[in-house]
């Protein structure tokens, strides 16, 4: 057979894609478990503080009742899930320590809670220590805790709760992506709760805005990126403008930091990147240390120096006894088994469509002649339009994004919407694909028609038969990829993950909420695929095929690419993310829709190809990416 016809066959390509999800599963468990020397559960349990709480435990054949281990807990960031960080987990544990991460409350398959009840405990951080202590092979007087981002958050408000007690819980702590408790008032709001804490309770804390040492004896740490979006803000007392990031260790916040709360002055010195600062505070050695890596807020969880260091912190931490050198990481086999499973993912939607529609069931989806490359209309005018009709969408892209996101539209979550995050986007891409739907209309009407080009031409046109087949057979698809990656979890504990981007298992209380969404994605990814490949699948950018989609994904990704490119550009000049006013999240919020704006489009180009129905995989993808979307995000329920 030639290489052509292997490449074409679609019942080899689905072979293909589901060999490379089994090989990410393969990969990821030999990576998390350490090759049989740790073993990893997933846990769901009634925490002390009653709700329902999920966790990754991770146990080294080491730790056992006659030798119970150190123990770390890690808190992951907002709109994410606890695998998101486990490059870390996975090496802590390789060095003995008993790893467990949890979903915040609201997050994955934690309980959703509302906003007078979810910073409970810590949001849960505090409840999975307590929870450990209770394990025979932990060891209850050597356990710490680390945080990314809103998983610092939560740091904060469990050493609240720690401090209270006569014998406290938490002896490390390690930042991630997020300050420290500099000053008293800034523990104001900890541990009080809206509707349930009032002002004169608050007022109790006498808080006057004055340096102190928030963490007492602890071992305390911090990775700091110096191009941090979100963390390590300090203004200019001289000029009320915001420092570069860079210029994080000459700060007084980390000044004082280092120096266990004193109020710095121009003799304190500024504080060395990976230095250990030591005090002694009530008989104890207390260590203070900031590491700045160089990353941003969210590329800290994913590059090797800031994993060495939160071994290395750990490990120091603890006195741990290990062969393994601070550098010595498995992790990137599973981040390599994590993208083969994508990839193996997107295969699957592909050549599973391309199965089934030759089948009896769904015969009518298809229709018997392929899709060809139709010749660009030779005047210039056809140039003229495809070119301006490309950079007004993307202009429209950029200014609705920025709109949206100054209007706060992710904040608009109540009784019907609960999904910040996954509404922005939706509401984003709805948005955009409007506009270009209304742009084609334009287009066709002005210039199309009047050049004999019908409707029935772009395979526009589609019956109600042919749309049932299309619809279901979206559906099966979907339902079957989706059923792939809870195998993948039953078969190796583990999903289909690459930094950002992740397929994981979900509970049903999230399809409430992607059905919710669902209308603005498939409006948004529907309209994508019409517009790439009823209307664009021709020569007008040559008689490559592989470069008029190349092409054409490129300009449906460049909005995004654009307003991270300009905002992170900016911010690795100045060390200071201000180019956007306040809005300084929108360059990393534009990074998580990447992946999906450039590799949806060769989807739909592909089953386009196969069947001429420019209707199935847009549906298709709609469906996996609000999927992908809302199962990464938190829930929120309303007071």
Avoid at 80 to 98: L, P, Y
Avoid at 203 to 215: C, I, L, S, V
Wanted: one cysteine or more; a positive charge; charged letters at 15%.
């Amino acid at each position: 057979m030639k290489k052509s016809a292997i490449l074409h066959n679609p019942a080899i390509g689905l072979a293909i894609s589901l060999i490379l999800c089994l090989a990410c599963g393969l990969m990821s468990n030999l990576a998390q478990t350490d090759g049989g020397r740790v073993t990893k559960e997933t846990l769901q349990i009634e925490s002390p503080s009653g709700h329902r709480l999920s966790m990754d435990m991770l146990q080294p054949k080491t730790a056992t009742p006659k030798h119970p281990a150190p123990a770390i807990v890690f808190a992951h960031g907002g709109n994410t899930n606890k695998e998101k960080s486990d490059d870390f987990q996975i090496e802590w544990a390789r060095r003995g320590f008993v790893v467990v991460s949890f979903d915040l409350y609201g997050h994955g398959e934690s309980e959703i809670l509302n906003d007078q009840e979810w910073l409970v405990n810590g949001r849960g951080l505090y409840d999975t220590v307590e929870y450990l202590t209770s394990l025979p092979f932990v060891d209850a007087d050597r356990i710490g805790v680390s945080g990314h981002s809103r998983g610092g958050n939560t740091i904060h408000e469990s050493i609240l709760i720690d401090n209270k007690r006569q014998h406290p819980l938490i002896k490390t702590v390690l930042y991630v992506s997020r300050d420290p408790v500099y000053k008293d008032n800034e523990t104001a709001a900890f541990g009080y709760v809206p509707g349930k804490t009032n002002v004169v309770e608050a007022a109790k804390k006498n808080t006057n805005g004055k340096y102190f040492n928030y963490y007492r004896d602890r071992t305390v740490g911090v990775l700091a990126g110096k191009y941090d979006d979100y963390s390590f803000k300090e203004k200019d007392p001289s000029t009320g403008k915001i420092k570069p990031n860079p210029q994080y260790l000459k700060s007084s916040n980390a000044r004082s930091f280092l120096n266990f709360g004193i109020t710095p002055n121009d003799k304190t010195p500024a504080g060395i990147s990976g230095r250990w600062y030591h005090k002694q505070i009530n008989g104890h050695r207390a260590s203070h240390v900031i590491y700045m890596e160089n990353g941003t807020h969210g590329t800290v969880l994913f590059l090797s120096r800031p994993c060495t260091d939160a071994v290395q912190f750990m490990v120091r931490a603890f006195n741990m006894k290990t062969d393994l050198a601070d550098g010595d990481h498995i992790y990137p086999v599973k981040m390599i088994g994590g993208l083969l499973g994508l990839i193996g993912l997107m295969l699957f939607m592909v050549y599973g469509t391309l199965c089934l529609v030759r089948t009896s069931l769904f015969k009518k989806a298809g229709l018997e002649e392929p899709a060809r490359m139709r010749q660009a209309d030779a005047y210039k005018g056809g140039s003229v339009w495809l070119w301006a009709c490309l950079l007004s969408a993307t202009a429209f892209s950029v200014a609705s994004a920025l709109t949206l996101f100054g209007l706060k539209v992710d904040k608009h979550i109540g009784n019907y919407f609960r999904q910040g995050m996954p509404l922005f986007y939706g509401v984003w891409g709805c948005l955009n694909a409007i506009f270009m739907i209304g742009l084609t209309i334009l287009w066709y009407r002005m210039y199309a028609r009047k050049r004999g080009t019908k409707v029935s031409d772009l395979d526009l046109p589609i019956g109600g038969r042919r749309l049932w087949q299309t619809t279901t057979l979206a559906l099966t698809v979907s339902l079957l990829a989706i059923l792939l990656i809870f195998t993948c979890k039953f078969l190796f504990n583990s999903d289909f993950r690459f930094w950002y981007w992740a397929a994981r298992p979900f509970t049903a209380d999230k399809i409430p909420e992607m059905l919710k969404l669902l209308p603005f994605f498939l409006v948004a990814y529907g309209t994508t695929s019409v517009f790439i490949n009823s209307l664009n699948y021709s020569t007008s950018f040559g008689r490559n095929s592989a470069a008029n989609i190349g092409l054409l994904a490129f300009f449906n990704m460049l909005p995004a690419l654009l307003i991270a490119v300009v905002g992170y550009g900016y911010f690795f000049i100045t060390g200071v993310n201000g180019l956007f006013g306040n809005n300084t999240q929108i360059p990393d919020w534009m990074l998580t829709p990447l992946v999906p704006l450039a590799v949806m489009p060769l989807v739909t180009r592909a089953i386009y190809r196969h069947t001429r129905n420019p209707y199935l995989g847009g549906i298709i993808t709609a469906i996996i990416v609000t999927v992908m979307t809302c199962i990464n995000s938190q829930i929120s329920f309303p007071a």
